[in-house]
């Protein structure tokens, strides 16, 4: 795998990790609380934004070996990871649009690094 191997899965990871904060606090949004203190100062909010602080990191790690020209790309399977996080924790569904779409970006994913995994 070497070091562009692990420094793409820490890129992933990042991704991974910002779309479960996604996920956390689109789940925190529609509750009530008791005062706009609460709605921000609540253990899976802070955790949330905890782990994007840390995806933010693994992100700046990763750029030390992921090529710059490739950042977006990987930073595209954020859409996948939302769109099959939300369709099992949020109960949203995945309409054949939706589907269409994700399948969209993952061919373009496929089409632009082609070769450069080698």
Same mark, same amino acid.
């Given at each position: 795998?070497?070091?562009?191997?692990?420094?793409?899965?820490?890129? $992933?990871?990042?991704?991974?990790?910002?779309?479960?904060?996604?996920?956390?606090?689109?789940?925190?949004?529609?509750?009530?609380?008791?005062?706009?203190?609460?709605?921000?100062?609540?253990?899976?909010?802070?955790?949330?934004?905890?782990?994007?602080? $840390?995806?933010?990191?693994?992100?700046?790690?990763?750029?030390?070996?992921?090529?710059?020209?490739?950042?977006?790309?990987?930073?595209?399977?954020?859409?996948?990871?939302?769109?099959? $996080?939300?369709?099992?924790? $949020?109960?949203?569904?995945?309409?054949?649009?939706?589907?269409?779409?994700?399948?969209?970006?993952?061919?373009?994913?496929?089409?632009?690094?082609?070769?450069?995994?080698?």
């Amino acid at each position: 795998m070497g070091n562009k191997g692990i420094y793409r899965f820490f890129f $992933l990871a990042a991704v991974f990790l910002s779309s479960v904060c996604q996920i956390i606090l689109k789940k925190n949004a529609g509750k009530e609380y008791k005062n706009r203190i609460r709605e921000y100062m609540n253990l899976p909010v802070a955790a949330a934004y905890s782990l994007f602080f $840390l995806s933010t990191l693994l992100t700046l790690t990763a750029y030390k070996y992921v090529p710059l020209s490739m950042g977006p790309i990987l930073e595209a399977t954020g859409y996948v990871w939302v769109a099959g $996080l939300g369709a099992v924790f $949020l109960k949203e569904k995945l309409n054949r649009q939706k589907l269409i779409g994700l399948m969209l970006i993952i061919t373009g994913m496929i089409v632009f690094n082609w070769g450069m995994f080698g």
